[in-house]
C-alpha cells in the first residue's frame, strides 16, 4: 500500500512533515512529565513513609484480669482505655495496671 500523501519520489508533504515532527515533540513531552512524575511519587513515598519495616509497638500492660469464664473474642487500645469484647459485653480496663474499669453490655 501506498502512501496517498506521498509523491512520486517518496517525499512527504510539508504540512504532513510539520504535523509528524510536532506530535513526536508531544510525545517525547509526555514521556518526560510521566517519568518526572513517577521520580516524584518515589521521592514522596521514601521521605513520608522512612520507617515502613520497622516494628509498631503496642503498649499493652503485662495482662489483664479476665473475669472467670470470659472467653476474650476481640480488643482495641484507646487513648486512656484497653477494650475487650467478649461474648455479649464489652469490658473497658485500665492500661495502666490491668484493671477492669467498666462492663458494658451489647443487646
Known amino acids: 500500500m501506498s502512501d496517498p500523501k506521498a509523491n512520486e519520489a517518496g517525499e512527504m508533504d510539508p504540512r504532513d512533515a510539520a504535523r509528524l515532527t510536532l506530535l513526536r515533540r508531544l510525545v517525547t513531552g509526555l514521556l518526560v512529565v510521566m517519568i518526572a512524575g513517577f521520580l516524584v511519587l518515589i521521592g514522596l513515598l521514601v521521605t513520608r513513609f522512612p520507617s515502613l519495616g520497622s516494628p509498631v509497638s503496642f503498649d499493652l500492660p503485662d495482662r489483664l484480669d479476665l473475669p472467670e469464664g470470659v472467653r476474650p ?8 482505655w484497653i477494650a475487650v469484647v467478649a461474648g455479649r459485653e464489652i469490658l473497658i480496663f485500665d492500661p495502666e495496671t490491668g484493671a477492669l474499669r467498666q462492663r458494658i453490655g451489647i443487646e
Open 73 to 80: 473474642e476481640a480488643f482495641t487500645r484507646g487513648a486512656d
